[in-house]
């Protein structure tokens, strides 16, 4: 059986197909201006492109957006920088955005730049996890010296992230 996000980038591949050869069939078939049949084949190339882009995300790819405001913490793996190499690093999170202080079901991956302090805090935040801890991360923009919030454009690499033990559900008593 084919999995599901092989099977919907299968389809897109077979859609793209059917796109391209459409254009040939118009750039071959028609009597158009030679520009405006380039102009044709250059925007189906950027669609391609634009398309790969796109879907990294649908197809596993961390992504590289502002994390949630909330979320509770999954895992995470360390990529320490190479100097020598010129590896700049990155920290690559698992966390399940949270919404009214539920979190969502669908986990997400996100990939941060490398910070040893932030390493620290989240190494700290895993291995509660596995005490049986479950980890509640909050986000908070950070303030630059002399810098509005608002004029900054919105990166992980502006944010605070700190950890808190989740609370323990309350039962109802008898």
């Known amino acids: 059986m084919i999995p599901a996000v092989s099977s919907q980038l299968l389809l897109l591949v077979i859609v793209y197909a059917l796109l391209a050869f459409l254009l040939l069939v118009l750039c071959l078939g028609t009597r158009w201006h030679w520009g405006l049949k380039a102009g044709l084949v250059l925007l189906v190339s950027g669609f391609y492109a634009f398309g790969h882009q796109t879907f990294q995300g649908v197809s596993g790819w961390p992504a590289e957006d502002e994390l949630p405001r909330q979320f509770v913490l999954l895992a995470a793996v360390f990529d320490e920088p190479s100097p020598g190499r010129g590896h700049p690093g990155a920290i690559h999170l698992w966390v399940n955005p949270m919404k009214d202080n539920a979190p969502l079901a669908m986990p997400r991956a996100f990939k941060l ?43 992980n690499d502006q944010v605070e992230i700190k950890l808190r033990d989740l609370p323990r559900a309350q039962l109802p008593e008898k």
Do not use: V
């Open 113 to 155: 730049p490398y910070e040893k302090d932030l390493h620290r805090i989240l190494g700290d935040g895993i291995k509660k996890a596995r005490d049986g801890n479950t980890q509640m991360g909050e986000t908070k923009p950070r303030r630059g010296p002399g810098s509005l919030a608002w004029l900054r454009p919105a990166s």
